[in-house]
């Protein structure tokens, strides 16, 4: 679709396209099959800028935005959701807590390295006991003389095991109150005490890395601490609500992904003497696939530019999240119907779509959780919108 985009951001759509088809998807099947992490492509990414898309330039970013950042992602998630979603972990997550929250010693000392694609950032907020309800955070950080102690795990984290940087969570006052006692702290790969665990064997997105990563009395400076003491759980809400237009934006490059090999392989496939592309059966699926890419596609873009125009954007990214999520999810599985048996084998992308799709309902938020989200919003605001 057309969203008025200008030249330059027309530009960056064709440079993150030609990327993805040509350093992405010749090495899709080898990294999904073996799981290996395609760092190389990830630091060429970093080369175009594409790991420091919303910071300043004086910190090594390209100085652009949201509307932006979701044509990169959705491009290369178009082509591997693996990528799609380490870009955007990087980016909206680690990176974006540095800068929204650190001050300007810390940005330079971390966010510019990250942001100019030198390293690769994490971001480290669930724990086993603790996903949904991130507030139930069992690691903890006691205070010493000249900074913390950290004692815990964290799952699920993106980059666990390759990232250079990773943001952390950790109660810094157990009897504090619920939601303003959990602050957040700068840790380096392979700092004593900080190491990565357990990598995670996913249905899908298999090439992206998911750990564990596990403090053991692990020493910090007061110079790794992000912000104010005891607001790292409200900061975290902050930093969703940019990570949430992310996954949408992975969700409408997972949608489209499938679209397109759904639509390639409906024209070329013969049955009964036709393309089965011919048939209505077919037509009304790839119909019902573009309407709801459709649909995503403006909510992820109206999220965007609210994010991008400063106004509240809290509900609408849980609605483009909610939306494209459950989009790809669609889309992914009438990929595989309409490729019949050979939907259901690795010789066609399709399958790997219907895995990769599963996460955008469930990673920064399960679908419940959005709902809860917009529902409550609705709730609470005096004017219905």
Not at 82 to 107: T, Y
Not at 149 to 168: M, P, Q, S
Not at 296 to 321: I, Y
């Amino acid at each position: 679709m057309d969203f008025s985009l200008t030249d330059e951001q027309r530009a960056i759509q064709e440079t993150a396209r030609d990327f993805a088809r040509q350093e992405i998807d010749p090495i899709v099947d080898e990294i999904d099959e073996s799981q290996r992490f395609p760092r190389e492509v990830i630091l060429k990414a970093g080369e175009l800028g594409f790991l420091g898309i919303l910071f300043p330039e004086r910190y090594g970013g390209a100085g652009l935005g949201y509307v932006e950042y979701v044509l990169v992602v959705t491009e290369l998630s178009r082509v591997d959701p693996s990528v799609g979603i380490s870009v955007a972990a990087h980016n909206s997550l680690c990176s974006n807590h540095i800068f929204k929250f650190g001050n300007d010693e810390q940005r330079r000392r971390w966010l510019t390295p990250l942001a100019s694609g030198t390293k690769i950032g994490a971001w480290s907020l669930t724990e086993p006991g603790a996903g949904s309800d991130a507030a139930g955070t069992r690691t903890r950080a006691e205070k010493v003389a000249g900074g913390w102690v950290l004692n815990g795990a964290k799952t699920f984290t993106t980059h666990g095991r390759e990232g250079d940087v990773c943001v952390v969570f950790a109660v810094t006052d157990p009897a504090g109150p619920r939601h303003h006692n959990i602050s957040a702290f700068v840790l380096d790969k392979g700092m004593p005490g900080f190491r990565a665990g357990k990598k995670e064997n996913k249905l899908g997105i298999r090439a992206s890395d998911t750990s564990e990563v596990i403090m053991e009395d692990c020493l910090v400076g007061e110079d790794r601490l992000l912000g104010d003491v005891g607001e790292g759980f409200i900061q975290a809400l902050q930093v969703l609500d940019g990570g949430r237009i992310s996954i949408a934006a992975l969700g409408l490059g997972t949608a489209k992904g499938a679209f397109d090999t759904a639509r390639a392989y409906a024209k070329q496939r013969h049955q009964f003497g036709q393309a089965i592309a011919a048939f209505q059966a077919i037509r009304f699926m790839l119909a019902e696939m573009a309407t709801a890419i459709a649909a995503a596609e403006c909510l992820t873009f109206a999220a965007a530019e609210a994010m991008d125009h400063g106004r509240a954007v809290s509900r609408l990214a849980s609605q483009a999240k909610l939306h494209a999520g459950e989009t790809a999810v669609f889309c992914a599985e009438r990929g595989v119907q309409i490729h019949g048996g050979y939907g259901f084998v690795k010789d066609y992308r399709a399958e790997k779509y219907f895995r990769d799709a599963k996460i955008c309902t469930i990673g920064e938020g399960t679908s419940e959780i959005q709902r809860l989200v917009i529902a409550r919003q609705l709730l609470t605001q005096k004017t219905a919108r």
